[in-house]
């Protein structure tokens, strides 16, 4: 369940992504995203030969993020591509290693005070739980995103497209779906591009973490509820 959840969160991203290319891009600048085209081109040549270690890799994914920034189509695009074609040998579990902690104490921590400011004084509250963005924002996380979760899964096993694990039943993936409905990086991220006053921008926010606080306990005390005794019993 945990490898589901995970792959989960990565398909959800990729998703959201997807979406911001298509939907929040500039105009487009064909010359450069022609070169955007040859520099992705060049990674993945520079991967297939796995030469010179991680600095082509990095130097071509810096030239492609400047491609594509230049080129109208979100630079967010960037990271899937670069990321998608780092070279194997190099070999990725010592990258992923070092860059770790970066991302963990120092980009998602500035990501989170940029985008996820928000006054919590009871005037603020007040207007949040009267604002159709928050709820529509909330809805669509704790609500929606469960239900697409277990129905899609549902409908992959009764197709015969997947198989659920031993031991792993609808239920255990309706606790999953509960845990997918939490929101922050990228939800916050696309709530920046979509609204353009400060206020709705705001009321999305609170919308967002107020569907994760719940997504979480709910989730959480779902899977807990269904666990056999055995595993929720403590291990020595």
Known sequence: MKAFLLTLAVADDLGAIAVIVLVYSEALDWWALGWAAVVAGALGVSARLRAGGNVPWIVLSVGLWLALRESGVHATLAGVVAAALLPLGTPVDQVEDRLRPIVSFVILPLFALANAGISLDGASIAAAGQSRITADVALGLFVGKPLGIVAFAWAAVRLKIGALPAGVRMAHIAGVGLL?????????????????????????????????????????????????AAERSPRA
């Open 180 to 228: 997918g409905g939490i929101g922050f990086t990228v939800a916050l991220f696309v709530t920046d591009l979509a609204f353009d006053g400060a206020g709705e921008r705001e009321e999305a926010t609170a919308g967002i973490l107020a569907a994760s606080v719940v997504a979480a306990g709910a989730g959480m005390a779902w899977l807990r509820l269904i666990a056999p």
